[in-house]
């Protein structure tokens, strides 16, 4: 089993930063690879972001790349998502999610077996 907190959600304006945290708990929160999910109201949940094992291996969804930076501290147990540039397009539910099976990253949300409970994300224009 493996336990999910975020923190670090809350309310910017456009063209701000953010950085989310993940905090995991149980017997394989260091060996799970990690990813970050997004659902906007009216939308379907959608992949961000995610990291393998290690922390070496990094894998964004296009919208994404150059302004969010997904990086662990695995001595914390602790995942993170580093957001710049925000835009109101980026408002959105954050969910973070951790494989039980594969330190390999992963865009699929099927493929992840526990999720957090969510922080808000809301960017003003």
């Known amino acids: 089993q493996v336990q999910l907190v975020e923190s670090g959600g809350g309310l910017v304006q456009a063209g701000g930063s953010l950085r989310l945290s993940c905090a995991a708990s149980?017997?394989?929160?260091?060996?799970?690879?990690m990813g970050w999910f997004r659902q906007a109201p009216g939308k379907e949940r959608e992949f961000v972001a995610a990291?393998?094992?290690?922390?070496?291996?990094?894998l964004y969804t296009d919208s994404v790349k150059g302004r969010f930076t997904i990086s662990r501290d695995n001595a914390k147990n602790t995942v993170y998502l580093q957001i710049n540039s925000l835009k109101p397009e980026d408002t959105a539910v954050y969910y973070c999610?951790?494989?039980?099976?594969?330190?390999?990253?992963?865009?699929?949300?099927?493929?992840?077996?526990?999720w957090g409970q969510g922080t808000q994300v809301t960017v003003s224009s």
């Open positions: 999610a951790a494989r039980s099976d594969s330190g390999s990253r992963s865009r699929w949300a099927t493929e992840y077996d526990y």
């Open positions: 149980g017997r394989t929160a260091s060996s799970a690879a």
């Open positions: 990291i393998n094992r290690s922390g070496g291996g990094t």
